[in-house]
């Protein structure tokens, strides 16, 4: 069973259907008590960093989170995959949920629009499981202003964007995907049938 954490701020349906599609067991919850029993989390995330935080905070999740990820894998998702990390400076520098070193803040590539919004390939970097049925170069669909500042050994895959962006990050359990990879096609597909596999 995947569990989908539901706090008020993430693509949950777009997840879900993805998850439907591949024949996967999954949920959308808000019960603590879900995510104790699932076999794996996904935390979605859309809108800004200061509001999720406070919305997840409200939820009263953010200890069942952080005490799960010890013990099963979690995907942070866009937003969701931002807030994995210690901070975010959005608006206002706010704690995240510090499962993964590091720091999220705004672009600024030069001569390149943000967002970045549209298909962009992957760049290997670090062993990482998701890949597994993954070609490096194969494309994926972002959407998104802030990026994560994190140490190398702790990303799968960069794109490029002006500068190397940090795409898919691991730190033990624990995995998250600037990208969506529910609207990244068999690429993405393949990286979620490798996250239901772990």
């Known amino acids: ?5 539901d706090y008020g701020a993430g693509n949950l ?3 879900k259907n993805a998850l439907d599609f591949l024949g996967f067991e999954n949920q959308i919850t808000a019960s603590a008590d879900d995510l104790r029993a699932a076999d794996k989390l ?8 200061p509001d999720a935080m406070k919305k997840l905070s409200e939820s009263g ?3 069942v989170i952080k005490e799960e ?4 894998p979690l995907l942070g998702i866009c ?9 975010g400076y959005e608006f206002t520098e706010t704690d995240g949920l510090g499962l993964i070193k590091g720091s999220v803040k705004l672009m600024t590539p030069k001569g390149l629009d943000v967002p970045h ?3 962009n390939s992957l760049e290997f970097n670090e062993p990482c499981r998701l890949l597994d049925n993954v070609k490096n170069g194969e494309y994926v669909y972002f959407v998104h202003s802030f990026a994560a500042e994190c140490l190398s050994e702790n990303v799968a895959a960069y794109c490029d964007y002006g500068a190397k962006v940090p795409a898919l990050v691991q730190n033990g359990n624990v995995f998250g ?9 068999e690429t993405g597909l393949n990286i979620l049938r490798s996250f239901e596999a772990l």
């Open 177 to 185: 995907a600037q990208f969506h990879p529910e609207k990244s096609g």
């Open 42 to 49: 996904i935390l979605p995330g859309v809108g800004a960093f």
């Open 1 to 5: 069973m995947i569990a989908i954490i």
């Open 69 to 72: 990820a010890n013990k099963k």
């Open 79 to 87: 937003l969701g995959m931002q807030m994995l990390f210690e901070k």
């Open 61 to 63: 999740l953010i200890g």
């Open 13 to 15: 349906f777009s997840v």
């Open 117 to 119: 919004m549209g298909w």
